[in-house]
């Protein structure tokens, strides 16, 4: 088993940046790939972003690329997700989630483990 919490969301004004972290526990040399997802209030829980196991590939969605970057520290089995140029629409529950097999990022169904999410709310 593998469990996953989130820290780091707040409030915060648009343009400003945030960093959330993700501390991974349990059987963690199991984890192939990592992925951040979010769920703003009434939609669809969406891809943001997502880092293999070395860390060396990593995935984004339109809305994310440029703006934030996923990185990994294996050392302290944490994942980051920096996020900069905050907008309001970005205002969702972030999910940090891990996946056992390989699998396309961008999918829900790639992964396994699920974090009990961290709000991020951005005023205009």
């Known amino acids: 088993q593998v469990q996953l919490v989130e820290s780091g969301g707040g409030l915060v004004q648009a343009g400003d940046s945030l960093r959330l972290s993700c501390a991974i526990s349990?059987?963690?040399?199991?984890?192939?790939?990592m992925g951040w997802f979010r769920q703003a209030p009434g939609k669809e829980r969406e891809f943001v972003a997502g880092?293999?196991?070395?860390?060396?590939?990593?995935y984004y969605s339109d809305s994310a690329k440029g703006r934030f970057t996923i990185s990994r520290e294996n050392v302290k089995n944490t994942v980051y997700l920096l996020m900069s140029s905050l907008k309001p629409e970005d205002t969702a529950v972030y999910y940090c989630?891990?996946?056992?097999?390989?699998?396309?990022?961008?999918?829900?169904?790639?992964?396994?483990?699920w974090g009990q999410g961290t709000l991020v709310t951005v005023s205009s």
């Open positions: 989630t891990a996946g056992t097999n390989w699998g396309p990022p961008t999918m829900k169904a790639t992964y396994d483990y």
């Open positions: 349990g059987r963690t040399f199991s984890l192939s790939v």
């Open positions: 880092i293999g196991r070395n860390g060396e590939n990593t």
